[in-house]
């Protein structure tokens, strides 16, 4: 199966306290739902509340990639989601506030974004970027910004993590079915080492520093083409990466591929605290 980004895009005619509840949902349907089809590949439906920081991205107006609050000003997604487009402070909108995609949201103008100087579009190394919006995000129960990791780093749980997103959400024995999830869905994934990565992606594709892998060994649980730009977020709020790329979506030995939040902390806080305009 090629590999895929998990940008999905709709051509016109022709993917803390507050999340403990996301938590014992998801392990619930996890747990009585496992021949499932459903996928976000997997997922449960879950209230904005639960997930305030999650944005849904609109390319031209159409739904296209997820991304991440990280404070009033600012959000965070992946790069290639922003170079999809050839003007992104014309064509790139995200909305806040919503678990319904296109409803009831606030929407947000792009005034600038830095996307990652050593991105590279081929291997999707450094796969991020930040945006800044306005108006700004006002907080309330269902606008909240993640939290970026603290200076130790060695703290930070990583074992397990949440992902969220409108995404391809279905899945037959064959093939994804195209559809995109109308209400957000999130997922639980486990971490998968760096060195069963590498073996898994040998001969296909490169595993960098600054990628790591999260999902299941039997391909039970994923992101998926529109999960682009989502934060994975550890059960202390904590982004962990930006979704990224993997090869088909859900497939075994294929675990979903995110550029590594942790690892990119200081770059994200230095353009955030340095570009004004």
């Not at 349907?29 to 590949?41: A, D, F, K, P």
């Not at 800044?132 to 060695?154: C, E, M």
């Not at 998968?192 to 992606?201: A, L």
């Amino acid at each position: 199966m090629p590999k895929r980004s998990a940008f999905y895009i709709v051509k016109m005619n022709a993917r803390l306290p507050m999340l403990s509840f996301l938590y014992f949902a998801v392990h619930l349907h996890c747990t009585l739902s496992s021949n499932s089809v459903e996928r976000i590949i997997g997922g449960v439906d879950i209230n904005i509340e639960s997930v305030p920081y999650v944005l849904s991205m609109m390319l031209n107006g159409v739904y296209a990639c997820s991304a991440a609050i990280i404070n009033n000003n600012w959000a965070v997604t992946a790069a290639h989601c922003i170079t999809a487009v050839n003007d992104p402070l014309k064509e790139i909108t995200v909305c806040s506030g919503s678990s319904i995609l296109y409803k009831n949201c606030i929407s947000h103008n792009i005034v600038n974004f830095s996307i990652h100087e050593d991105y590279n579009i081929i291997a999707n190394d450094y796969d991020i970027a930040v945006m800044k919006v306005t108006p700004p995000f006002t907080y309330n129960n269902s606008t909240k910004a993640v939290n970026l990791a603290p200076d130790n780093v060695k703290n930070v749980f990583k074992k397990w993590g949440v992902v969220c997103g409108w995404g391809y959400y279905s899945k037959t024995d064959d093939h994804i079915i195209p559809n995109l999830a109308q209400t957000l869905k999130c997922i639980k994934i486990l971490k998968i080492g760096k060195k069963s990565c590498y073996k898994d992606y040998k001969d296909r594709y490169t595993i960098t520093p600054q990628m790591i892998c999260y999902g299941y060994q039997d391909g039970a649980e994923d992101s998926c083409k529109g999960d682009s730009g989502a934060a994975l977020v550890n059960k202390d709020n904590i982004m962990l990466g930006v979704t990224s790329w993997g090869d088909g979506c859900a497939e075994k030995c294929s675990p979903g591929i995110y550029t590594d939040a942790v690892c990119l902390r200081d770059w994200i806080k230095n353009k955030i605290n340095t570009i004004y305009t």
